[in-house]
């Protein structure tokens, strides 16, 4: 993990609650469908309206899909809890209370890769507000109007401990977060659309103490990359407060990704007495077996944190790498498929030694990095078995590591074959068998004597130029280590 | 015409199945009387009988029924009594309602009440008071004071009301009529426009038991709509009981006592009563029942908790009224509530929030439920040795209209003797056992959760054996 720009003297701490709305087919406390992009207000009923008389009932799917994050995330799962009311009046809240839980939530405890889970809570979203005029806000708008059509939608609250000590784990936590939702299929975690919102508490204190120092509260980070940037931004800005002598002072920042401003939000839109307390509308929830054992049955069989363990721990690859393709799932699906064409392709070919999985495992950043970093190898020209051939024909020595790059160039382009593009283009490994190569050897020692002199010498710096030469004159097709031993063979015996 | 509505609903239905009596002629008799109230019970009344055939097949006969005002009636007014609401007509039907209404009972009208039914004389409503029909110069009782006055005047054969804290019992007994609130959870509160919801529960007001068992029997059940109602076990019988044999009847020392400040004539109405019970083959001991006389202190805690969380939906910005607040939000959000809500409302509202709030809350609400768990204990021990707990419905009668309004607290003290059983959730029955002074007065049976046939068997031998008669305000 690479440190933050800021000072040394500071670490930050650094803790996420994260809103993800759950990709149940009705909303939390009523029938009407979700929905996304409908014209406003017609998934509406009395319930979601807040019309009087209306009652709440739990959506069952909404607590089957609690139970499961739960699960996946290592919770408690409480036998019984309770929803509460949140108090406040807001036009995009109807009821004037929010039900949610409070101190009785669905799930206690738990960890996610190398930070740990403080809770998991059931609650419903509000409506949407959209406002004319200039301030964008609902104070000095022209007019307001309300889209109910997304309240009442079932949200899970997550909230971390402050496990976290930079906007680089940060990111790259949330991103183990959405890869394990999407896995376990309970929510659409599009960021952008809003159907997983984070907001993040930063502290920060001097390196090595264990205090606590004053938190912020973050909101409106709608990316893994303005999560980063504003939680950077946010620690810059409170090391500057202290190392000037200043305080910190607890309050919820605005973070505005165009400006990459933090604003204070109004007070008054934030200090608050929820006056919560148990919702007389609902009874406790409870969580019998018969629930509990129907949420492991819909458990996937390996969830990203379990995959990277086993990407590291069992495939030997490089931890980077390991957590890369299991939080970026279409990564590790498309090595995975990889590593079986290369188990049944005879992986052993020219009996070479078997292609190490940590081996294969470098070709893919070498594709993604040619697909675009966003993009699914899957979805590319290059099928994983033919990326597991060039692999597999790189290992055995025949082809060279650079012509490999260019074939797999070739590959993005137009798909194919591997070893069909090697042959059409000539691109074959020269090796030392081959008398060719020591022809070009001896011209690359007749056309630096002065470096050869000093490789003679024993100065093995010297060899670079040489080694050069051989490569340019084989359009890269020798294996430079081949080229290099070579080389001292002639000139040190 | 005048002979029809000398029935009750039960004798009303009969007729009607035995093709006696057309329903449609029995709807416009009441409908008549109804739209010619004099007591201000009403806040809407039918314009026509329903297109819906007669009702002669159906189990409630197509005798029309009264509904307090909070019920939820699609396209027709719902104003829970208050200005807030006026003119409000909701896109659907209670769950109750709409129950009775399949079951033969068609929308007679809607009756006036306490705003958001809070209060017991009926003079908080926001489309001004309902008389009672025994004296006009007195309340109904309330919250449910039109539903009540409306039948005992015989305006509607029979009226839906709700009881949170007495605000069913309390104005049958003002009036000299049948009162029940069931258990919690028996009847669905889905469209009941709600005051505290943890107590809140639809129940009939009738002219006598048979009609009470009668209406309950097509109110209850589980509504997928209502998580907090629940399956009856069984069906409501037609009480048929003639005599108290072998029942143990409780009279609580704890609230039959000094404190309970019962009126002399009252208290002699229930001596009597008790001695009829005798009569009829009832055990009477005093019991106890050592927390109830802090149920009151207890439910104005709870209950205006629930409601300033209840009512904070009326902001003015979906529906009811809403005064412009110059483009700020909190500005609109203020007027309109202040413009509104009556002063009892906005009194329970302040009461509830502050009573939540950080700091507070273990002190008030937190404690106010400790002791509603330990009432509801007091009453199992009791219901060990006793079948019903027995006491005056109020501790007075009717009293004079503006006689109590400056005074909150001697207001909320007329539900001293019913606030116990709404916080332990069992049912209770009012029924009429005579005149004070020419006032009505209400006997007040309480059994176990679910005990609603029992009860209704015992209130229907002692009712006949008082005989109580409730004719002469419908004259």
Redesign the interface.
Known sequence: MSTTSTSTAYEPVIGLEIHVQLDTRTKMFCGCRLSFNDPPNIHTCPTCLGLPGALPVVNERAIHFGIMIGLALGCDIAERSLFHRKNYFYPDLPKGYQISQYDVPLCRGGRLGDVRIHRVHLEEDAAKLNHLGTSGRIHGSDRSWVDFNRGGTPLVEIVTEPDISSPEQAREWLILLRTTLQQLGVSDVDMSQGSLRCDANVSIRPAGSTRLGTKTELKNMNSFAFLERGVRAEIERQTHLLEQGEAVVQETLHFDPVSGGLTPLRSKEEAHDYRYFPEPDLVPLVVGEEMMTAARADMPVELPAERAVRFERELGLHADTARLFAFRAELGDYFERALNAAGADGSRGNGGAALEPAELSNWIPQLVERIGSDADPATSNVTPESLAALATMVKAKEVSRDAAREVLTLLVNEGGDPRAIVEREGLGAITAEDNGLAEIVDKAIASDPAAAEQVRAGNMKAIGPLVGYVMRETKGRADGGEITRLIRERLQG | MSGLIDLTAAQAAERIRAGKVAAADLFEAYRARAASDQLNAFTWVAEAAPQTGDGANAPLGGVPVAVKD???TEGVP?Q?GSKI?EG?R???T?TVVAKLRDAGAPLLGKTNQDEFAMGSSNENSGFGPVFNPWDRSRVPGGSSGGSAAAVAAGLAPWAVGTDTGGSIRQPAALCGIVGLKPTYGACS??????F???LDQAGPLTRDVTDAALMLRHMVGHD?????SLDYPGEIEVPRAEDLKGLRLGVPEDLTGAEGGIEPGVRESFEATLAVAERLGASIETCRLPHAPHALSAYYLIAP??A??N?????G???GLRVDGD????TM?SRTREVGFGAEVKRRIMLG?YA???GY?DAY?GTAQKVRTKITEDFKTAFERFDFIVTPTSPCTAFELGAKTDDPLAMYLNDFLAVPMSLAGIPAISIPSGLSDGLPVGFQLAGPAFSESRLLDAAHALERAIGFDGSKPRQ
């Not at chain 2, 509160?189 to 709600?194: L, N, Q, S, V, W």
């Not at chain 2, 009512?311 to 902001?315: K, S, V």
Request: charged share 20%.
């Open positions: 909070l019920f939820c719902s829970s609401l409000y909701p896109p659907y209670a509160r889905y469209g009941m426009i709600a505290a919801s943890s997928r709509r209502d998580s907090t908790a629930e300033s969380a009512l904070a939906r009326f902001d910005v979906r529906y483009k700020d939000l909190v959000y929030t939540l709030s950080s809350y609400y």
